[in-house]
Protein backbone atom coordinates (compact mmCIF):
# COMPACT_ATOMS: atom_id res chain seq x y z
CA UNK A 1 0.00 0.00 0.00
CA UNK A 2 1.66 3.61 -1.11
CA UNK A 3 0.70 6.89 -0.45
CA UNK A 4 2.06 9.80 -1.80
CA UNK A 5 2.02 12.58 1.08
CA UNK A 6 2.23 16.30 0.48
CA UNK A 7 3.20 18.97 2.68
CA UNK A 8 3.27 23.09 2.53
CA UNK A 9 1.90 24.21 5.89
CA UNK A 10 4.83 26.31 6.60
CA UNK A 11 7.85 26.39 5.00
CA UNK A 12 8.95 23.24 3.78
CA UNK A 13 7.56 21.84 0.32
CA UNK A 14 7.89 18.45 1.14
CA UNK A 15 6.62 15.63 -0.86
CA UNK A 16 7.27 11.21 -0.06
CA UNK A 17 5.86 8.51 -0.78
CA UNK A 18 5.25 6.08 2.05
CA UNK A 19 4.86 1.81 2.05
CA UNK A 20 2.43 0.53 4.51
CA UNK A 21 2.40 3.35 6.58
CA UNK A 22 5.60 2.95 8.24
CA UNK A 23 8.54 2.27 5.64
CA UNK A 24 9.56 5.71 3.72
CA UNK A 25 9.93 4.65 0.05
CA UNK A 26 11.25 8.30 -1.21
CA UNK A 27 11.48 11.60 1.17
CA UNK A 28 11.82 15.29 -0.71
CA UNK A 29 12.07 18.52 1.35
CA UNK A 30 12.37 21.63 -0.38
CA UNK A 31 12.94 24.08 2.92
CA UNK A 32 12.87 27.78 2.64
CA UNK A 33 15.04 28.91 5.73
CA UNK A 34 17.31 30.74 3.55
CA UNK A 35 15.02 32.81 2.61
CA UNK A 36 13.18 33.80 5.71
CA UNK A 37 16.18 33.95 7.44
CA UNK A 38 16.78 38.02 6.92
CA UNK A 39 13.53 38.22 8.15
CA UNK A 40 13.68 36.03 11.85
CA UNK A 41 10.90 34.52 10.58
CA UNK A 42 8.63 33.02 8.04
CA UNK A 43 7.07 35.56 6.12
CA UNK A 44 3.78 34.32 4.63
CA UNK A 45 3.89 35.88 1.21
CA UNK A 46 7.64 34.40 0.63
CA UNK A 47 6.56 31.08 1.55
CA UNK A 48 3.45 30.97 -0.76
CA UNK A 49 5.43 32.21 -3.84
CA UNK A 50 8.15 29.12 -2.69
CA UNK A 51 5.48 26.76 -2.66
CA UNK A 52 4.41 27.53 -6.23
CA UNK A 53 7.60 27.13 -7.41
CA UNK A 54 8.56 24.09 -6.17
CA UNK A 55 5.60 22.13 -5.44
CA UNK A 56 5.21 20.16 -8.97
CA UNK A 57 9.12 19.82 -9.10
CA UNK A 58 8.84 18.33 -5.29
CA UNK A 59 5.89 15.62 -6.35
CA UNK A 60 7.53 14.74 -9.53
CA UNK A 61 10.84 13.88 -8.03
CA UNK A 62 9.26 11.83 -5.02
CA UNK A 63 7.39 9.68 -7.26
CA UNK A 64 10.96 9.13 -9.72
CA UNK A 65 13.05 8.32 -6.57
CA UNK A 66 10.10 5.89 -5.28
CA UNK A 67 10.15 4.83 -8.87
CA UNK A 68 6.68 4.68 -8.82
CA UNK A 69 3.57 5.78 -11.64
CA UNK A 70 0.62 7.33 -9.88
CA UNK A 71 -1.69 4.10 -10.84
CA UNK A 72 0.46 2.24 -8.57
CA UNK A 73 -0.28 4.77 -5.48
CA UNK A 74 -3.34 4.02 -3.33
CA UNK A 75 -4.06 7.56 -2.30
CA UNK A 76 -2.85 11.28 -1.74
CA UNK A 77 -2.75 12.51 1.46
CA UNK A 78 -2.12 16.28 2.24
CA UNK A 79 -1.90 18.54 5.01
CA UNK A 80 -4.91 19.79 5.21
CA UNK A 81 -4.48 22.57 8.33
CA UNK A 82 -3.29 23.76 10.66
CA UNK A 83 -0.73 26.29 8.77
CA UNK A 84 -0.45 29.53 6.82
CA UNK A 85 -3.53 29.74 4.71
CA UNK A 86 -1.36 30.69 1.71
CA UNK A 87 0.90 27.59 1.90
CA UNK A 88 -1.71 25.20 2.51
CA UNK A 89 -3.73 25.83 -0.35
CA UNK A 90 -0.99 25.25 -3.06
CA UNK A 91 -0.38 21.54 -1.26
CA UNK A 92 -4.00 21.01 -1.43
CA UNK A 93 -4.80 22.35 -4.58
CA UNK A 94 -1.66 20.25 -6.04
CA UNK A 95 -3.16 16.91 -4.12
CA UNK A 96 -6.65 17.99 -5.57
CA UNK A 97 -5.34 17.83 -9.31
CA UNK A 98 -2.77 14.85 -9.22
CA UNK A 99 -5.68 13.31 -7.65
CA UNK A 100 -8.41 14.13 -10.05
CA UNK A 101 -6.03 13.61 -12.81
CA UNK A 102 -5.12 10.39 -11.44
CA UNK A 103 -8.30 9.08 -10.45
CA UNK A 104 -6.65 8.67 -6.88
CA UNK A 105 -8.81 9.10 -3.61
CA UNK A 106 -7.46 12.14 -1.43
CA UNK A 107 -7.57 12.70 1.98
CA UNK A 108 -6.87 15.53 4.32
CA UNK A 109 -4.43 15.53 6.85
CA UNK A 110 -4.10 17.42 10.06
CA UNK A 111 -0.28 18.53 10.75
CA UNK A 112 -0.41 17.29 14.24
CA UNK A 113 -1.16 13.76 13.50
CA UNK A 114 1.40 13.90 11.19
CA UNK A 115 3.99 14.64 13.65
CA UNK A 116 2.95 12.13 16.00
CA UNK A 117 2.69 9.33 12.66
CA UNK A 118 6.56 10.03 11.97
CA UNK A 119 6.76 8.15 14.75
CA UNK A 120 5.50 5.39 13.13
CA UNK A 121 7.96 5.37 10.36
CA UNK A 122 11.12 3.16 11.14
CA UNK A 123 9.89 3.04 14.94
CA UNK A 124 5.80 1.67 16.36
CA UNK A 125 3.41 3.47 18.39
CA UNK A 126 1.72 1.15 20.94
CA UNK A 127 -1.51 2.08 22.02
CA UNK A 128 -2.25 3.50 24.87
CA UNK A 129 0.26 6.25 24.76
CA UNK A 130 1.02 9.74 25.36
CA UNK A 131 2.33 12.36 22.44
CA UNK A 132 4.34 15.10 23.52
CA UNK A 133 3.70 17.74 20.54
CA UNK A 134 6.53 20.26 21.06
CA UNK A 135 7.11 22.34 17.87
CA UNK A 136 7.16 26.03 16.35
CA UNK A 137 3.52 26.05 16.52
CA UNK A 138 2.38 23.58 19.32
CA UNK A 139 3.29 22.75 22.32
CA UNK A 140 0.51 20.09 23.70
CA UNK A 141 0.03 16.50 25.93
CA UNK A 142 -2.02 14.60 23.80
CA UNK A 143 -3.80 10.78 24.64
CA UNK A 144 -3.81 7.86 22.25
CA UNK A 145 -5.86 5.27 23.42
CA UNK A 146 -6.02 3.61 20.23
CA UNK A 147 -4.88 4.46 16.46
CA UNK A 148 -6.53 7.21 14.95
CA UNK A 149 -7.55 8.52 18.39
CA UNK A 150 -6.66 11.80 19.79
CA UNK A 151 -7.50 13.28 23.35
CA UNK A 152 -6.07 16.91 24.42
CA UNK A 153 -4.58 16.69 27.90
CA UNK A 154 -2.83 19.89 27.99
CA UNK A 155 -1.63 22.98 25.42
CA UNK A 156 -0.12 25.88 25.95
CA UNK A 157 -1.72 29.08 26.84
CA UNK A 158 0.40 31.52 25.24
CA UNK A 159 3.58 30.96 23.00
CA UNK A 160 4.56 27.74 21.47
CA UNK A 161 8.18 25.81 23.16
CA UNK A 162 9.10 26.42 19.68
CA UNK A 163 8.63 29.96 19.13
CA UNK A 164 9.96 30.16 22.87
CA UNK A 165 13.11 29.29 21.47
CA UNK A 166 12.86 31.41 18.64
CA UNK A 167 13.03 34.36 20.16
CA UNK A 168 14.84 34.33 23.28
CA UNK A 169 17.52 33.29 20.42
CA UNK A 170 16.96 36.30 18.65
CA UNK A 171 17.30 38.42 21.83
CA UNK A 172 21.05 36.84 22.15
CA UNK A 173 21.96 37.51 18.77
CA UNK A 174 21.57 33.89 17.63
CA UNK A 175 20.44 33.28 13.85
CA UNK A 176 17.02 31.43 12.55
CA UNK A 177 15.43 29.56 13.60
CA UNK A 178 17.14 29.72 17.30
CA UNK A 179 16.31 25.91 18.58
CA UNK A 180 18.99 23.96 17.44
CA UNK A 181 21.64 27.02 18.39
CA UNK A 182 20.27 27.35 22.11
CA UNK A 183 20.00 23.27 22.02
CA UNK A 184 24.33 23.91 21.00
CA UNK A 185 25.14 26.33 23.41
CA UNK A 186 23.16 24.95 26.40
CA UNK A 187 25.66 21.92 26.46
CA UNK A 188 28.72 23.97 25.33
CA UNK A 189 28.09 25.88 28.60
CA UNK A 190 29.39 25.32 31.55
CA UNK A 191 27.10 27.07 34.33
CA UNK A 192 23.51 28.30 33.86
CA UNK A 193 21.28 31.73 34.74
CA UNK A 194 18.68 30.45 36.99
CA UNK A 195 15.31 31.63 35.38
CA UNK A 196 11.84 30.78 36.83
CA UNK A 197 9.43 27.66 35.85
CA UNK A 198 6.05 27.81 34.45
CA UNK A 199 3.78 25.07 36.51
CA UNK A 200 0.55 26.84 36.83
CA UNK A 201 -2.06 25.40 38.88
CA UNK A 202 -1.93 21.90 40.64
CA UNK A 203 -2.54 19.04 38.48
CA UNK A 204 -2.40 20.95 35.37
CA UNK A 205 -1.12 19.97 31.90
CA UNK A 206 -0.76 23.06 30.66
CA UNK A 207 2.22 24.90 29.75
CA UNK A 208 3.10 28.49 28.96
CA UNK A 209 6.50 30.18 28.21
CA UNK A 210 5.68 33.82 27.79
CA UNK A 211 6.88 34.43 31.15
CA UNK A 212 10.13 32.47 30.82
CA UNK A 213 10.37 34.24 27.81
CA UNK A 214 9.93 37.76 29.63
CA UNK A 215 12.48 36.87 32.44
CA UNK A 216 15.44 35.87 29.74
CA UNK A 217 14.49 39.67 28.01
CA UNK A 218 15.09 41.42 30.55
CA UNK A 219 17.67 39.41 32.14
CA UNK A 220 19.31 40.46 28.97
CA UNK A 221 18.43 43.98 28.53
CA UNK A 222 19.34 44.59 32.61
CA UNK A 223 22.77 43.49 31.98
CA UNK A 224 22.99 45.69 28.33
CA UNK A 225 22.21 48.66 31.02
CA UNK A 226 24.82 48.28 33.03
CA UNK A 227 26.78 47.57 30.50
CA UNK A 228 27.87 44.15 31.52
CA UNK A 229 28.60 41.36 29.01
CA UNK A 230 25.93 38.63 28.88
CA UNK A 231 27.19 35.41 28.65
CA UNK A 232 24.80 33.70 26.03
CA UNK A 233 25.64 30.12 26.80
CA UNK A 234 24.32 30.26 30.32
CA UNK A 235 21.19 32.08 29.27
CA UNK A 236 20.62 29.26 26.45
CA UNK A 237 21.51 26.50 29.27
CA UNK A 238 19.45 28.28 32.24
CA UNK A 239 16.38 29.12 29.30
CA UNK A 240 16.55 25.27 28.04
CA UNK A 241 16.81 23.92 31.60
CA UNK A 242 13.61 25.56 32.75
CA UNK A 243 11.81 24.20 29.75
CA UNK A 244 12.81 20.99 30.04
CA UNK A 245 12.43 21.02 33.30
CA UNK A 246 8.85 21.76 33.25
CA UNK A 247 7.68 19.79 30.32
CA UNK A 248 9.57 16.76 31.17
CA UNK A 249 7.68 16.48 34.39
CA UNK A 250 4.24 17.17 33.25
CA UNK A 251 4.95 14.31 30.50
CA UNK A 252 6.04 12.03 32.79
CA UNK A 253 3.12 12.46 34.96
CA UNK A 254 0.54 12.67 32.23
CA UNK A 255 2.19 9.22 31.87
CA UNK A 256 1.68 7.86 35.08
CA UNK A 257 -1.80 8.98 35.45
CA UNK A 258 -2.94 7.46 32.01
CA UNK A 259 -0.80 5.00 32.67
CA UNK A 260 0.38 4.36 29.42
CA UNK A 261 3.18 1.86 28.33
CA UNK A 262 4.59 4.47 25.54
CA UNK A 263 5.10 8.17 25.16
CA UNK A 264 6.18 9.42 22.15
CA UNK A 265 7.31 12.66 21.40
CA UNK A 266 7.07 14.73 17.93
CA UNK A 267 7.68 17.99 16.50
CA UNK A 268 10.70 20.25 15.41
CA UNK A 269 11.29 20.84 19.47
CA UNK A 270 11.75 17.32 20.20
CA UNK A 271 14.96 17.25 18.01
CA UNK A 272 16.08 19.29 21.07
CA UNK A 273 19.18 17.16 22.79
CA UNK A 274 18.22 18.53 26.17
CA UNK A 275 14.95 17.48 26.05
CA UNK A 276 15.38 14.25 24.76
CA UNK A 277 18.21 12.93 27.15
CA UNK A 278 15.80 14.24 30.21
CA UNK A 279 13.14 12.31 28.93
CA UNK A 280 14.48 9.35 28.26
CA UNK A 281 16.37 9.16 31.86
CA UNK A 282 12.84 9.72 33.78
CA UNK A 283 10.91 7.23 31.58
CA UNK A 284 13.40 4.76 31.81
CA UNK A 285 13.11 5.39 35.81
CA UNK A 286 9.54 4.40 35.41
CA UNK A 287 9.78 1.88 32.88
CA UNK A 288 7.63 3.40 30.17
CA UNK A 289 9.35 3.33 26.83
CA UNK A 290 10.13 6.20 24.78
CA UNK A 291 9.72 6.97 21.42
CA UNK A 292 11.07 9.82 19.37
CA UNK A 293 11.39 10.30 15.64
CA UNK A 294 14.67 10.68 14.26
CA UNK A 295 15.64 13.92 13.76
CA UNK A 296 14.85 14.46 9.94
CA UNK A 297 11.76 13.61 10.91
CA UNK A 298 11.11 16.06 14.13
CA UNK A 299 10.79 18.61 11.51
CA UNK A 300 8.17 19.43 8.83
CA UNK A 301 8.58 16.88 6.64
CA UNK A 302 5.61 14.90 3.87
CA UNK A 303 6.33 11.52 5.17
CA UNK A 304 4.47 11.83 8.10
CA UNK A 305 1.69 13.13 6.20
CA UNK A 306 1.70 9.84 4.55
CA UNK A 307 2.15 7.79 7.46
CA UNK A 308 -0.90 9.48 9.34
CA UNK A 309 -2.89 9.41 5.92
CA UNK A 310 -2.27 5.66 5.37
CA UNK A 311 -3.97 5.21 8.84
CA UNK A 312 -6.96 7.19 7.65
CA UNK A 313 -7.28 5.48 4.64
CA UNK A 314 -7.27 1.97 6.67
CA UNK A 315 -10.26 3.79 8.62
CA UNK A 316 -11.63 4.57 5.69
CA UNK A 317 -11.65 8.75 5.53
CA UNK A 318 -11.69 9.63 2.23
CA UNK A 319 -11.71 14.14 1.24
CA UNK A 320 -13.63 15.26 -1.54
CA UNK A 321 -12.72 17.71 -3.95
CA UNK A 322 -13.90 20.72 -2.09
CA UNK A 323 -10.93 20.53 0.34
CA UNK A 324 -9.58 23.81 1.13
CA UNK A 325 -6.60 24.68 3.40
CA UNK A 326 -8.38 24.75 7.03
CA UNK A 327 -5.73 27.27 8.80
CA UNK A 328 -7.65 26.90 12.08
CA UNK A 329 -8.21 23.05 11.62
CA UNK A 330 -8.88 21.19 14.68
CA UNK A 331 -7.53 17.71 15.42
CA UNK A 332 -10.40 15.33 15.29
CA UNK A 333 -10.14 11.39 16.18
CA UNK A 334 -10.50 9.05 13.41
CA UNK A 335 -10.94 5.67 15.00
CA UNK A 336 -14.33 4.65 14.83
CA UNK A 337 -16.13 4.99 18.15
CA UNK A 338 -16.56 1.86 19.96
CA UNK A 339 -20.27 0.73 20.46
CA UNK A 340 -19.80 1.19 24.48
CA UNK A 341 -19.03 5.16 23.77
CA UNK A 342 -21.63 5.68 21.12
P1 LIG B 1 3.89 23.39 13.78
O1 LIG B 1 4.37 22.03 13.53
O2 LIG B 1 3.46 23.60 15.18
O3 LIG B 1 2.91 23.86 12.78
P2 LIG B 1 6.37 24.27 12.63
O4 LIG B 1 6.00 23.29 11.57
O5 LIG B 1 6.89 25.61 12.26
O6 LIG B 1 5.15 24.40 13.63
P3 LIG B 1 8.45 22.50 13.22
O7 LIG B 1 8.97 22.62 11.83
O8 LIG B 1 7.89 21.22 13.64
O9 LIG B 1 7.44 23.64 13.57
O10 LIG B 1 9.61 22.89 14.22
C1 LIG B 1 10.34 24.09 14.06
C2 LIG B 1 10.73 24.58 15.44
O11 LIG B 1 11.59 23.60 16.06
C3 LIG B 1 11.48 25.89 15.44
O12 LIG B 1 10.92 26.72 16.42
C4 LIG B 1 12.93 25.48 15.81
O13 LIG B 1 13.64 26.48 16.51
C5 LIG B 1 12.65 24.28 16.69
N1 LIG B 1 13.82 23.39 16.80
C6 LIG B 1 14.44 22.69 15.84
N2 LIG B 1 15.49 22.01 16.34
C7 LIG B 1 15.54 22.29 17.67
C8 LIG B 1 16.40 21.94 18.76
N3 LIG B 1 17.44 21.13 18.59
N4 LIG B 1 16.11 22.45 19.99
C9 LIG B 1 15.05 23.25 20.18
N5 LIG B 1 14.23 23.64 19.21
C10 LIG B 1 14.46 23.17 17.97
FE1 LIG C 1 5.37 21.15 12.01
MG1 LIG D 1 8.86 24.40 9.90
Known sequence: LYILGIETSCDETAASVVKNGEEIV????????????????????????????????????ALKQADLTPAELAAVAVTEGPGLVGALLIGVNAAKAFAFANGLPVIGVHHIAGHVYANRLGGGLEFPLVA??????????????????????????????????????RVIGLPYPGGPHIDRLAHESDGAVEFPRAWLEEGSYDFSFSGLKSAVINY?????QKGQPVDKAKVAAGFQESVVDVVTAKTVRAAKEYGVRQVIAAGGVAANRGLRDSLAAALEEEGIRFHVPPLKLCTDNAAMIAAAGTSMYRAGVRSDL?????PGMELLSWAAARPSEK
Not at 151 to 165: C, N, P, S
Not at 220 to 224: G, M, P, T, Y
Not at 322 to 326: A, I, K, P
Open 26 to 61: SNVVASQIESHKRFGGVVPEVASRHHVEQITLVIEE
Open 132 to 169: LIISGGHTELIFMERDGSFELIGETRDDAAGEAYDKVA
Open 220 to 224: VHNAE
Open 322 to 326: RMNGR
